[in-house]
């Protein structure tokens, strides 16, 4: 029989194990960053508000979200702190300027990017409570790559609607 001991070892991660974890999700953000940006920038600014439909976000809040995920989801739920207040993110969410959107969103993934870089692996062997549940920090990983990815992809849909190419596709 298994003591909760030994359960727990088999269901820890190790250091390492986090840190190639932590590795991969900030080489991911990366990827992520340079593609919300190229396609911020690709948009002409008459689109930031372009929706395809009523209830959906514009393009300039799909841009919004991704950066107060940067300033924020990302950090906090791997142990760092946020990097805006709430009112400022309740201000970021209502701009529909081009320059300024850029400029959160690559201030955002910075953040983001340092504060998980400042997370001691070791702090991510275990679970943490992360919408409302216990994760790892693989399925914390996976969970919120996904969620930017859906967005990303929702973009990539508005640009594609708006005969806008995305700079990676010419």
Do not use: C
Request: proline letters at 4%.
């Amino acid at each position: 029989t298994h003591n909760a001991q030994t359960i727990a070892a088999i269901h820890a991660m190790s250091k390492e194990g986090a840190a190639a974890v932590k590795a991969a999700f900030l080489a991911d953000l990366e990827v992520m960053r340079g593609k919300f940006v190229g396609l911020a920038e690709a948009f002409p600014q008459d689109k930031y508000t372009y929706r395809p439909m009523d209830g959906v976000r514009s393009v300039a809040e799909v841009l919004a979200l991704a950066a107060s995920e940067g300033y924020a989801f990302v950090p906090t739920n791997f142990g760092g702190k946020a990097g805006a207040t709430r009112e400022e993110m309740a201000a970021l969410r209502t701009t529909t300027d081009k320059a300024a959107l850029i400029a959160a969103v690559n201030k955002a993934f910075a953040h983001a990017k340092s504060e998980l870089e400042a997370v001691d692996p070791a702090t991510l062997t275990g679970k943490r409570t992360v919408m409302g549940q216990q994760r790892s920090v693989v399925e914390t990983a996976l969970m919120i790559g996904g969620d930017l990815h859906e967005h990303l992809g929702q973009l990539i849909a508005y640009a594609r609607a708006n005969r806008v190419v995305p700079p990676w596709s010419k």
